[in-house]
């Protein structure tokens, strides 16, 4: 019996992300998902030039800019901040929110690494408040409401976590963790940098 081989077409063909020197003319998709069931995509315009040090590239100015396409809740980007040690730009994001520009300057980029961009997603403000249930955050039947397990903790062995999550008594998920999601929900994406 013959036996077939399975793929991800995602392990066939690995996203890229252009930080040569005509980056500048492109907006370049680096994180799309759905979240709140509104669909949305940030892209980047990346100006750039080579490092001083073997190796890198100098992202001089980046410019974010978060598009919604579809959903009730429109998706802000409220912030954008670089982990030099991790190659990773995170993408603090929260539902909503009208910001849809951010830019960050002077970034130092490993070229001989991947370039990752990780969604940190803040809780809704005062969400039962305003009529809203944060279902990214809170499960809900009927009356009863419960915080979500951290997303990362599913996958991980963080039994802690989860404990702490169950008892009310954790914080907002570390970035340190970030990227693992039930049925491996889009939280960060992974690019190959191409010079």
Do not use: W
Not at 30 to 54: H, K, M, R
Not at 137 to 155: K, M, S
């Amino acid at each position: 019996m013959e036996t077939q081989t399975r793929f991800s077409p995602l392990e066939a063909a690995p996203g890229l992300i252009y930080l040569g020197s005509k980056a500048k003319k492109y907006k370049q998709v680096v994180y799309a998902s759905q979240i709140y069931g509104s669909f949305f995509l940030v892209n980047g315009t990346f100006s750039t030039e080579p490092s001083s040090e073997e190796g890198y590239q100098t992202i001089t100015t980046v410019e974010f800019e978060l598009v919604n396409y579809k959903g009730l809740f429109n998706i802000g980007l409220e912030d954008v901040s670089f982990d030099e040690a991790k190659n990773c730009f995170h993408l603090h994001l929260e539902a909503l929110s009208n910001a849809t520009k951010k830019t960050v300057k002077n970034i130092k980029v490993d070229c001989s690494k991947d370039l990752y961009f990780i969604r940190e997603l803040a809780e809704i403000k005062d969400a039962f408040k305003k009529g809203v249930h944060d279902d990214e955050f809170f499960y809900r039947d009927g009356a009863y409401t419960a915080r979500r397990i951290p997303h990362h903790t599913l996958e991980m062995d963080q039994a802690e976590d989860i404990v702490k999550c169950i008892e009310g008594t954790s914080s907002t998920t570390s970035s340190e963790k970030a990227g693992f999601a039930p049925g491996k929900r889009c939280m960060m994406s992974e690019l190959k940098i191409l010079i």
